[in-house]
């Protein structure tokens, strides 16, 4: 069947839905004290969120792979924390608490288990508790420098229940499961510090740098599907991060410049591994395959030609390697260099951009032109090389005039005005030669809109 939503051009014979549905609420409490002319505040907050989707994952006209799921969450978090200032020490220091519920199901509709309901269902439950605390420092040594002292320790805990996605699970789509072939409770913790240096010899200038340590929660798959594979936790993916920049701000500010260098060491690196299979369509694994470096330049210029027009770029470069390979990643049975030799997916070297904006006051009220351009280099999408996230040139537009002190806002736009595809990754698949599919979204937007703000 042939779609045709909104200027988007779709064959699939599944229109399918997404239905999002969550209710929030935040408390904020702020209290002025005494002590280093500081303010103690806590932030409390609720949510529950249940998602509810249906997607045609083969994207074809064909019944090959559909698959409905449904995600439901309740969470509660709570940050106690203080903040306050001695001459030219400035402290913040607090408590951190968050738990939840969470429940994953979904649905596999694969012919022939597809033509016979309900098809392959799995998922399954996880109670999870974090606590922290963590402070920070910055000290001004002088008029020009500034010390940056901080850490955080965190505390995770996990527990969790997962049935095998298959047709002899014990669940059923959307009732839920009664049995599961995963129980387990795993609890890390972490401390991530920071150091770090501002050197300003001017008002107009600042070098900075810094050394930091960050991480990624372990956890579950709720998603598996091979039950000849089993079903493990992963750890936690940490990260040892260098950046050295410099900020500049020319000609009274008219000017502004932002260059960056960066050095990211990243160790258990957790990684979603896609691989085909004729039963379940895709076997998608999370593991920690790999430590691996990945190093990068950025720069950025802002421009006030005149107090009208303004001019703004970017550039962006990045490299990554892997230095050790845990895991086998291009699917050869063994690990050995040839996994080490490929390139860390979904890092595009080369990205680079430009936008033009032009505003003005009238009469009447103001007049705002923006256009704006982007280039994004191909990369990997898997671990294995064998899918692409595509190369992409992206071009917006955009004009706005306001009313009333800008209180009333109208708009046109154009994005993706070059009709590039927007998603270009790979999904393996065993349905179609090569063992991948490229699915292409494709679609050139226009449209208006009306703002107006109340006072």
Request: hydrophobic share 35%; with cysteine; charged share 25%.
């Amino acid at each position: 069947r042939q779609y045709d939503i909104e200027g988007f051009d779709f064959a699939i014979d599944e229109e399918g839905f997404y239905d999002n549905e969550w209710n929030n609420l935040i408390v904020e409490f702020n209290w002025d004290v005494a002590f280093g002319d500081g303010t103690i505040t806590n932030i409390l907050g609720y949510r529950d969120y249940e998602s509810n989707n249906l997607g045609d994952i083969d994207s074809t006209p064909a019944f090959l792979f559909h698959a409905p799921s449904l995600t439901e969450q309740d969470q509660l978090s709570n940050e106690l924390r203080y903040s306050g200032s001695w001459d030219r020490l400035y402290l913040t220091a607090g408590l951190y608490y968050f738990t939840q519920e969470f429940t994953y199901l979904e649905n596999r509709i694969i012919p022939p288990v597809g033509l016979v309901p309900p098809g392959m269902t799995g998922g399954g439950t996880q109670d999870q508790t974090t606590t922290g605390i963590f402070a920070q420092i910055d000290w001004q040594l002088s008029e020009s420098i500034v010390l940056n002292l901080g850490g955080r320790f965190t505390k995770e805990e996990k527990d969790a229940q997962i049935a095998t996605i298959s047709p002899f699970s014990g669940c059923t789509f959307p009732a839920g499961c009664t049995a599961y072939d995963f129980v387990d409770s795993r609890d890390w913790d972490n401390f991530t510090p920071k150091v770090g240096i501002q050197v300003m010899p001017d008002d107009d200038s600042q070098f900075y740098a810094f050394w930091t340590k960050g991480f990624r929660s372990g956890g579950y798959n709720m998603r598996h599907t091979n039950p000849l594979i089993p079903n493990e936790a992963f750890d936690e993916e940490e990260q040892r991060s260098v950046e050295v920049g410099y900020k500049k701000d020319f000609s009274g500010g008219k000017v502004r410049m932002n260059l960056a260098a960066y050095r990211n060491r990243i160790d258990n690196m957790q990684r979603e591994i896609n691989l085909s299979d004729e039963d379940a369509g895709v076997v998608l694994l999370i593991r920690n395959t790999a430590d691996a470096t990945i190093k990068g330049v950025d720069a950025e210029l802002t421009a006030a030609l005149t107090d009208r027009l303004v001019i703004k770029a970017s550039l962006g470069y990045v490299d990554g390697t892997y230095d050790e390979v845990r895991y086998d990643l291009n699917g050869d049975t063994v690990v050995d260099a040839k996994d080490a030799e490929l390139k860390i997916p979904r890092l595009a070297p080369w990205s680079y951009g430009g936008e033009i904006i032009y505003s003005r006051e009238t009469s009447w009220g103001s007049f705002t032109a923006q256009v704006s351009g982007y280039r994004r280099d191909a990369a990997y999408y898997t671990d294995n090389n064998l899918g692409q996230l595509r190369e992409i040139d992206m071009f917006n537009a955009r004009v706005g005039v306001g009313f009333w002190e800008d209180r009333l806002m109208v708009s046109a736009f154009g994005r993706n005005l070059k009709d590039q595809p927007t998603i270009g990754g790979d999904t393996q698949l065993p349905f179609f030669p090569g063992n991948t599919f490229s699915p292409l979204n494709k679609g050139r937007v226009y449209g208006a809109e009306i703002q107006y703000r109340y006072e």
